[in-house]
């Protein structure tokens, strides 16, 4: 299968660069797999699909400001580090611009020298390994620092932090948000939570493959980057209650779905677990656990877009995005929904 089978014709006016006032008043593209029947609606609706006995499962990660501005010590200079992963303690893979800045044992200090890095290695793909050094705690630096690493089609600068997190979000490592649950308020999850349907909680810190495209022809050459994942024994035992009693997992984002079916057994059960997966999943993969998706709309030619056409098929998703970008859907980080059940 090829990469040039998962584009489609996006005009640039649709990105979305900002997210809408009320999340929940966000549009909601309705797909049913088995009939093809296409549904439009607002993300509040989403609780009229969701059935008592359910479970709905969220990525509780949180997302660092990882974009950082610094220069070499006594230069003038303007070098963007984006910070990917935590390796140990200080140490964190980033991406570099421009990289013929960062060369091994080139020391850059951000903030007049509150926080200083020394690179120490460039890995095969041009990340650099770069070793922090401070006084205090790297959080609150990063806070006063750094800036959210939004991704690059969007221009608008984002006045508020929060945005760009969801409102559950909870354990801080991710360079990315798991844009699928930007819609959910808190109201909008106690009504849900109201009707019957249980709430789980996972984490995986979105990483390096959120910012990497495809570029190779064949998509089964396409390897993904590990992203460190976390499973509770309170989430495995929701799961799986649920599983057993006949409920259905839905799953928020392509994040929540990668690592549930990087867990999950031939029957669709999981366990406590945490690692790292670099689970690459495109059509002709058999789902395990999850049982339907929410998600956003993604981009052309992404790992995003062919992990949704493993679930629905890649024609049906194709014919969905083309009546979504003729009904002007919002697409992108900050964009519209879309509910594949």
Avoid at 30 to 38: A, F, Q
Avoid at 59 to 67: M, S
Avoid at 162 to 190: C, M, W
């Amino acid at each position: 299968m090829k990469t040039e089978d998962f584009y489609y014709d996006l005009p640039e006016e649709l990105i979305a660069q900002y997210p809408i006032e009320n999340r929940e008043e966000s549009r909601l593209l309705v797909l049913d797999r088995e009939t093809g029947i296409v549904e439009h609606k607002r993300f509040k609706n989403i609780i009229d699909y969701l059935n008592p006995g359910d479970c709905l499962v969220l990525n509780d990660t949180r997302v660092i400001p990882a974009r950082l501005f610094g220069n070499r010590i006594g230069k003038e200079e303007n070098i963007e580090f984006l910070l990917l992963k935590r390796v140990k303690d200080k140490t964190w893979e980033t991406l570099v611009k421009p990289g013929k800045k960062a060369r091994p044992n080139a020391v850059i200090e951000f903030g007049n020298g509150l926080l200083t890095g020394k690179v120490l290695s460039i890995g095969e793909d041009g990340t650099r390994i770069v070793e922090f050094d401070y006084e205090g705690i790297f959080e609150e630096i990063l806070d006063k620092l750094g800036e959210m690493p939004l991704p690059p089609y969007i221009k608008e600068r984002l006045e508020d932090k929060e945005r760009y997190q969801t409102v559950y979000s909870k354990n801080i490592g991710s360079a990315a948000a798991p844009t699928a649950g930007l819609h959910f308020t808190k109201s909008l999850l106690d009504k849900i939570q109201a009707k019957g349907v249980s709430i789980a909680y996972i984490t995986l810190h979105v990483g390096l493959g959120t910012f990497r495209p495809v570029k190779v022809d064949n998509i089964e050459e396409h390897h993904m980057h590990s992203e460190y994942y976390q499973i509770s024994k309170e989430t495995a035992d929701i799961i799986n209650k649920t599983k057993k009693n006949g409920g259905r997992i839905i799953s928020v984002g392509t994040t929540s779905t990668r690592t549930l079916e990087t867990v999950g057994n031939k029957n669709g059960y999981i366990d406590v677990k945490s690692g790292w997966t670099d689970i690459f999943i495109y059509p002709g993969y058999e789902f395990k656990v999850i049982d339907g998706l929410i998600t956003n709309f993604h981009l052309p030619e992404s790992t995003l877009l062919m992990l949704i056409s493993a679930l629905a098929g890649r024609e049906e998703i194709l014919r969905v995005y083309n009546i979504a970008v003729n009904e002007k859907y919002r697409f992108f980080s900050f964009g519209d929904a879309m509910l594949i059940k």
